[in-house]
């Protein structure tokens, strides 16, 4: 027993050496702001390093992601042909970047049909839930192949998951009960991950949805728009224009509440793609929707 305790001891002070060892590298200046962020990480990631060796099996997990999104999927409104056409396209992006990823589940991609909803997020076992309001700010295939595959990546690595475990422990659930299951709310992974899990997230992301053909600089545009949003609506809180509205201002601030400050996101990326020579000039896919419009919807 004393063995085990010292090995564990070992794995968390080497884990903790490593973890500010990178982030060291990613900030050479560290304020009193980031020194609290790093410490709130490094302990988030202590409680996460129980679930590695604890894993619940792929089935499992499947099982328990398609209980909580047919409990979410039930409570959106009909889809209209529009809607349906959109998440058709947005699987076959989706899909042709998860054939990338580790582990081999069957990621299943969704639209919510909401103009308020400028986020996206993912659920255990495969399952990732894209707004409209985050659609409709995109302006190539490309920057929706780097939004999935973030998504993607955080069940690739397990976040979505131990979510899960973390929530069943806390709460002592039964995640064999579908009752247990249907506890556990939605916004639990709304709410965003720690800044390494969302770091990690976008650096694979960015590298699946290079192997699947997109070209990076759909990131590369996203984060500098990003960016600029910003500096000018969230640090700034300037008035909106006309080409951007009140509603999308709100929508956008918790997008970036969720999420590390996207100068931070956007050096991460171009690191990322000095690092591994990804093709810069790979061209740009439009971001194309095409359907049908039947006698009963005119």
Not at 271 to 284: C, F, G, K, N, Y
Request: no cysteine; charged share 20%.
């Amino acid at each position: 027993m004393k063995r085990i305790l010292a090995l564990v001891a070992i794995l968390l002070i080497a884990g903790g050496a490593l973890y500010f060892a990178q982030q060291h590298r990613r900030q050479d200046v560290m304020s009193v702001n980031a020194v609290v962020d790093s410490a709130a990480d490094w302990q988030r990631d202590l409680t996460r390093a129980p679930m590695h060796f604890t894993r619940i099996s792929d089935d499992q997990e499947t099982r328990i992601g398609d209980e909580l999104a047919q409990q979410y999927a039930s409570a959106q409104p009909t889809q209209t042909a529009e809607m349906a056409a959109m998440e058709w396209y947005v699987s076959k992006v989706g899909g042709r970047v998860a054939a990338h990823a580790v582990r081999r589940l069957a990621f299943r991609f969704h639209v919510i049909a909401s103009v308020d909803m400028i986020n996206a997020f993912a659920l255990p076992g495969g399952h990732v839930f894209v707004g409209q309001g985050l659609l409709d700010q995109m302006t190539s295939e490309d920057e929706l192949a780097f939004v999935l595959g973030h998504e993607i990546e955080h069940i690739d690595h397990y976040h979505a998951v131990e979510r899960v475990q973390i929530e069943a422990q806390l709460n002592k659930l039964n995640l064999d009960i579908e009752a247990a299951v249907a506890q556990i709310p939605i916004s639990l992974w709304q709410a965003g991950y720690s800044k390494e899990q969302e770091f990690e997230a976008d650096r694979e992301g960015l590298r699946i949805a290079s192997a699947a053909g997109y070209s990076p600089q759909g990131a590369v545009n996203m984060l500098e728009r990003w960016t600029q949003l910003h500096r000018e609506y969230v640090i700034h809180a300037q008035t909106p224009t006309g080409e951007l509205s009140q509603l999308a201002i709100e929508g956008l601030t918790g997008y970036f509440r969720t999420h590390p400050l996207p100068s931070e996101r956007l050096a991460q990326a171009n690191e990322i793609i000095a690092q591994d020579h990804l093709p810069l000039s790979r061209p740009l896919k439009p971001f194309h929707v095409e359907y049908e419009v039947t006698s009963e919807e005119r």
